[in-house]
């Protein structure tokens, strides 16, 4: 995210405080920033202590030091003053001394994530009744424990009525268990077509009443009886940037393809395999030391923090 520009809160304090009309804030690497503007009054500059944090990394940030504001002299037939942040790698003097160091862009436990959770009112403090989730799994349910999770913290005002498992003895069953969330089984096995087994879905999420079903780790392909059943209701996690990298095995062919960056993908669920509009994603570096199992571990992290947001947004875009 180098070179990135944003309005962040020093230069809104800035504004406010001096009435300058114009600012910039130039933001590189998590390390600082360098902020210019065009104050009429430059003594709350002098005053000023706060830090710089911006970038929408979905880790927390480096520690920034509290920058130190230099008033230099711009030439007279301006009749103006510039600020310039010196931190900890200046001289004194801009251009001079030991070079920054800036984080390595390619940090592996760092993710970009778009877009960043709200800064708004959180959800749980919102009026109005709960969400009402669904969630289909047929694995280890690591999604689907992310999902109550969120619910517990008061990140995602909903509750989780039901999961359905398409595989006995799969981890998700014994998740639920430890959560207290009621579980089902529907076995694939035991239909003779797709649209039986979606069937047999559709009735036992009516039944639970729920408003969105999330496929958190769903190993089947769903049919247009599903779809029509909750239309714009139904979200999908996947393990890459789509539209790259569709269907099975999508860490492994991102592997194959020798990419740099991966990720995944929340999405709304059309009948086409993993298309449909795209809700939330997470970017994660490739290391070129990554296997199937390393490149997993960091993708399945993010995508434990997007799928919450991707639920409010997919609520918030019906009006639920």
Not at 129 to 140: C, D, E
Not at 221 to 227: A, G, K, M, P, R
Request: proline share 7%.
């Amino acid at each position: 995210m180098a070179g990135g520009v944003a309005a962040g809160e020093l230069t809104e304090q800035g504004l406010h405080r001096t009435g300058a009309g114009q600012a910039l804030q130039v933001a590189d690497q998590g390390e600082g920033a360098i902020t210019l503007a065009r104050p009429t009054k430059p003594e709350p500059f002098r005053q000023m202590n706060t830090q710089i944090n911006d970038l929408p990394f979905t880790r927390e940030a480096p520690h920034l030091a509290t920058p130190q504001w230099l008033e230099t002299q711009i030439p007279q037939d301006l009749g103006e003053h510039g600020f310039i942040a010196q931190h900890r790698w200046q001289d004194g003097e801009m251009g001079h001394g030991r070079p920054p160091s800036f984080a390595d862009p390619s940090e592996l436990a760092r993710a970009v994530q778009w877009p960043s959770p709200p800064m708004a009112t959180p959800p749980a403090a919102r009026q109005g009744r709960r969400l009402r989730l669904g969630v289909l799994a047929s694995g280890n349910g690591s999604n689907f424990e992310a999902l109550v999770q969120a619910v517990q913290a008061g990140v995602l005002a909903a509750d989780v009525r039901l999961l359905v498992v398409n595989n006995a003895g799969c981890g998700a069953i014994g998740r639920a268990e430890r959560l207290g969330v009621r579980w089902q089984l529907h076995d694939h096995r035991d239909h003779d077509s797709r649209e039986s087994l979606d069937r047999a879905l559709i009735g036992s999420f009516q039944a639970a009443g729920v408003d969105l079903v999330v496929m958190a780790g769903w190993m089947r392909i769903v049919t247009q009886e599903l779809i029509d059943a909750f239309p714009d209701r139904l979200i999908n996690i996947h393990p890459s940037l789509l539209p790259s990298f569709r269907g099975a095995r999508a860490i492994e062919q991102a592997l194959a393809a020798g990419v740099r960056i991966s990720g995944c993908t929340a999405h709304l669920v059309s009948l086409e395999v993993d298309t449909g509009p795209i809700l939330v994603q997470a970017a994660v570096p490739v290391d070129a030391r990554d296997d199937a199992g390393s490149l997993a571990d960091r993708i399945h992290a993010q995508e434990h923090r997007i799928l919450p947001l991707a639920v409010q947004l997919a609520a918030d875009r019906l009006g639920l």
